[in-house]
């Protein structure tokens, strides 16, 4: 009897593993899906932002272009503001470890920047108006949040291509890096100011394009100069 007893647990307890086990599979599923599925939204969030613009895109636009309903996106993100606040961050730090990556790859100071560029060509090749300026004015809080991170990797990454750029002798030794990393950071965030400039296709490159020119031919030397103008010949800048 004992035995008979100890076989009917054992069946039981088997029973109830066939039976658990499936629902900690799936459970152990959807939480791996979950970051995923976050970051999904997020990279196609962002592309959509830079397009159509952040005031203009809706989230049933974001749902639709991605195939799932606007019930799951409200899964992760509360509102369309927490949405972008996220969507820019990530967005940002993207850029920050691709610049970061150029960086390390050996360029001179002016190849560098402009491989930099032209890594980012692509960007606002659609856009019709500049996303920075949207981000100004209809949601400022996130705007102010990422222009301070934002000058403050842009100082780092400005400061040391000079003292490169002055140690390969392509830049002048005479150059005040506080300074000219403020005015060249002033110069690339007025280009998306819309009170300044009228927008069609591509207008942001050429004018970041000019701006980087400007910039370059400030600093240079004759050996720098000379260097900057094989850049500017290249068709795909």
């Known amino acids: 009897m004992p035995n008979e007893i100890t076989k009917l647990i054992k069946k039981l307890w088997k029973l109830l593993l066939y039976l658990k086990f499936p629902f900690v599979y799936l459970h152990s599923q959807i939480i791996k899906e979950e970051p995923i599925m976050k970051e999904t939204i997020l990279k196609k969030a962002g ?6 613009g952040f ?3 809706t989230m049933d636009d974001i749902a639709k272009d991605l195939g799932i309903s606007k019930k799951t996106i409200y899964k992760y993100y509360k509102n369309k503001q927490e ?3 996220e969507a820019v961050s990530y967005f940002q730090d993207g850029m920050h470890k691709t610049i970061f990556n150029i960086c ?15 890594t980012f060509k692509e960007l606002f090749k659609n856009s019709d108006d500049s996303p920075m300026y949207q981000l100004e004015k209809y ?3 996130t705007y102010k949040k990422i222009i301070a991170n934002e000058l403050s990797v842009f100082k780092e990454c400005i400061t040391k291509n000079i003292e490169k750029g002055i140690q ?7 150059i005040n890096l506080e300074i000219t990393t ?5 110069l690339m965030l007025s280009v998306h100011d819309s009170s300044l400039y009228t927008y069609n296709k591509n207008t942001i490159n050429k004018l970041e394009l000019c701006v980087l020119e ?3 031919r400030a600093l240079a030397t004759k050996k720098g100069l000379q260097i900057l103008q094989k850049q500017l010949e290249k068709k795909e800048i």
């Open 55 to 57: 005031k203009s895109v």
């Open 182 to 186: 403020k005015f060249y950071f002033s």
């Open 104 to 118: 390390a790859m050996g360029h001179n100071a002016i190849e560098e920047n402009f491989e930099i560029k032209k």
């Open 139 to 141: 949601y400022p809080k």
């Open 83 to 85: 949405l972008i606040d």
């Open 47 to 52: 592309e959509i932002f830079l397009k159509y």
């Open 168 to 174: 390969e002798g392509l830049y002048r030794k005479d």
């Open 214 to 216: 400007y910039h370059t």
